[in-house]
């Protein structure tokens, strides 16, 4: 029997939580959504829409402590996850670790502190633009709490470095900056289910920048990653919860490997976007979004998820390296099946990556070599029809 009981709030209406706000309605909870964007489609399939700035912590906890919500699920961006980390401490909301935790695991100079404490596999790094002559070039330059790629830049100088560095602290609402060492080998990124500091449920993707470099929009469930390297990264994720004591729940890490070593890039505790979690399910068929609510919603996870037999689907988001009008896009490949989730109207002005995007396509490929050999390509195969953005000018 369905329990109209619970009342939850998801904190965020961007197309990428729709998935998540299904598991939650599924379950017949009564639900409300919060984000200052109307036009944002979860705006119009929740119970209840609130419009409300969520990056703005304390209106959003007065808004919380003022209704009776049973539970608080994050969206799919780092602010919703850490504004709040911030209202369920004070609440005492569960699916939260202690807000210094989520401190440390979302702030990169705070992870590489603590990484360095804990001798974790991460490149070298500094937060003081003056150590600059402690790193071998080149270097990536990062804001502390940015997402998406935004206000990431590679320097190969000293000169580029103070650039970047300049340009990184415009996109940190913090101000703050850290750089690392460029180190070589292919990014993937390792989603891990944990219940009692033990993974429960894991998946290994490749992932591919192939308009903007830091922002990724190809991806797949990868098949060729070493054994050696997988048990390697979930022997030191539930090594990192037991270090934290980290509550039930996901485990979003980003890394850098050659298939026989690997090094820590970036750590979460949100649902992944551009619906990352419509990829794991339609690979595995298992549901990811579902796997990641419970814990918000009060409920364990399952003490064991059976594999099963997976399907060769890849995905890519549509996006561009110049502002322009979007028009019309299609993907030309021989596939099983294509889906397109798509994002703008024929017309609508299209900012450059990793700004935006015109939408999502989910490919079907017929065995895992071609899976493997198209992903990073997918880009080439897309039928992209702009015009040119043309400035106004007035008088």
């Given amino acids: 029997m369905k329990n109209y009981s619970k009342n939850i709030l998801l904190c965020d209406a961007n197309f990428c939580v729709l998935p998540i706000l299904q598991s939650i309605k599924s379950k017949g909870y009564t639900l409300s959504v919060v984000g200052s964007k109307l036009n944002d489609p979860a705006h119009f399939l929740a119970d209840k829409s609130i419009n409300l700035n969520y990056a703005d912590v304390e209106l959003l906890y007065k808004h919380i402590s003022e209704n009776k919500y049973d539970g608080v699920v994050p969206g799919c961006n780092d602010r919703s996850y850490m504004s709040l980390a911030y209202v369920a401490e004070k609440l005492k909301f569960k699916g939260f670790d202690d807000y210094e935790t989520v401190l440390t695991i979302h702030h990169k100079d705070r992870f590489r502190a603590f990484a360095e404490q804990k001798s974790y596999p991460i490149p070298r790094a500094i937060s003081n633009p003056d150590q600059v002559d402690l790193l071998n070039f080149p270097v990536l330059v990062k804001p502390v709490d940015s997402f998406s790629g935004k206000g990431i830049n590679k320097a190969y100088s000293v000169d580029e470095f103070k650039a970047h560095w300049k340009e990184a602290k415009k996109f940190s609402q913090s101000g703050l900056v850290v750089a690392e060492e460029f180190v070589e080998g292919k990014l ?150 294509i889906q397109n989730v798509q994002l703008k109207y024929s017309g609508e002005p299209m900012k450059a990556a990793p700004f935006d995007k ?18 990073e390509k997918l880009k080439d195969y897309v039928a992209l029809e702009t015009l040119e953005l043309i400035q106004s000018h007035e008088g």
């Fill in 358 to 375: 015109s939408g999502i396509y989910f490919i079907e490929h017929h065995n895992v070599e071609e899976m493997e050999t198209l992903t």
């Fill in 188 to 337: 993937y990124s390792h989603s891990a289910f944990i219940k009692n500091k033990k993974i429960v449920v894991d998946f290994f993707v490749n992932e591919y920048c192939t308009v903007y470099p830091y922002q990724v929009n190809s991806s797949n469930v990868s098949s060729r990653l070493s054994q050696q390297v997988q048990q390697a990264l979930r022997k030191w994720t539930e090594q990192f919860a037991s270090d934290l004591d980290l509550c039930d729940g996901l485990i979003h890490t980003q890394f850098i490997s050659n298939n026989e070593t690997f090094y820590l890039i970036e750590i979460a505790r949100r649902c992944p976007g551009d619906l990352y979690s419509q990829l794991i399910q339609k690979a595995t068929g298992i549901n990811y979004s579902e796997l990641y609510s419970l814990p918000f919603l009060g409920l364990d996870l399952p003490e064991r998820i059976e594999a099963i037999e997976p399907k060769f689907i890849s995905r890519h988001t549509v996006s561009v390296d110049k502002d322009c009008v979007f028009i019309s896009s299609s993907l030309n490949i021989n596939s099983p099946h």
